[in-house]
Structure formats: structure tokens, C-alpha cells
């Protein structure tokens, strides 16, 4: 059994960043590939990111593409969603999912899943 818990969301302008973070508890973290979803009003839960259980492979979705980083730190249990340049269209409640053998990692199969933390882009 996984529990993460999600921080970091918050209100923002455009242009502006956030870091997110999810801490997740249990022994065997490395062994879990990790995910970043979002979903808005009205819509439906959307890949965002997700990273390898060692870290060094990473993939973002078209729409935050060279303005979110994903990456993890094993060693502290967290992965964390660096967002640049932020727009109104990435306001959604951001959840954090780790599977310890999910394939697709852009679908949403992941055995657990956190709260989620709101992320409010202004214009």
C-alpha cells in the first residue's frame, strides 16, 4: 500500500510557476514509476507526466511540453512537477499516481493515487 500526498498547488498568474510535490510512504518507492494527472471542471483526468523509477526517464504530455519538468528524489520519497510559464488552460487539480509495473505509464492505470492540490492560473 502507497499513500501520496500532494502540496505546493496554489493560485498564480499567467507566465508565473509552482513547484508541486508529492511525498509518497512505504520502503519501496524506487520501485514505482510515478505520474503527474490533471483535471479540470467539466473534463476529464489528464496524463501531465510521468518518470522511471530510477529518474532518468522522463515523458510530458504535448500541451506542457518544455514548460513542466517532472523529476524524483528517491532517497526523500517526493517527485516533484516543476510548471514554467504557466496559463490559464493548466488550472485543474493536479494528482499525483504510482504503479509499481504500469507499462503505459500515459494512461490512467495506476494502482494509487493521491488527493490532488488545485492549481489556479489567472489571466
Known amino acids: 500500500q502507497v499513500q501520496l500526498i500532494e502540496s505546493g498547488g496554489g493560485l498564480v498568474q499567467a507566465g508565473g510557476s509552482l513547484r508541486l510535490s508529492c511525498a509518497a510512504s512505504?520502503?519501496?518507492?524506487?520501485?514505482?514509476?510515478m505520474g503527474w494527472f490533471r483535471q479540470a471542471p467539466g473534463k476529464e483526468r489528464e496524463f501531465v507526466a510521468a518518470?522511471?523509477?530510477?529518474?532518468?526517464?522522463?515523458y510530458c504530455a504535448d500541451p506542457v511540453k518544455g514548460r513542466f519538468t517532472m523529476s524524483r528524489d528517491n532517497a526523500k520519497n517526493t517527485v516533484y512537477l516543476r510548471m514554467d510559464s504557466l496559463r490559464p488552460e493548466d488550472t485543474a487539480v493536479y494528482y499525483c499516481?504510482?504503479?509499481?509495473?504500469?507499462?503505459?505509464?500515459?494512461?490512467?492505470?495506476?494502482?494509487?493515487w493521491g488527493q490532488g492540490t488545485q492549481v489556479t492560473v489567472s489571466s
Open positions: 499516481a504510482a504503479d509499481p509495473k504500469i507499462s503505459s505509464y500515459y494512461t490512467r492505470a495506476y494502482d494509487y
Open positions: 512505504g520502503r519501496t518507492f524506487s520501485s514505482y514509476t
Open positions: 518518470i522511471g523509477r530510477s529518474g532518468v526517464n522522463t
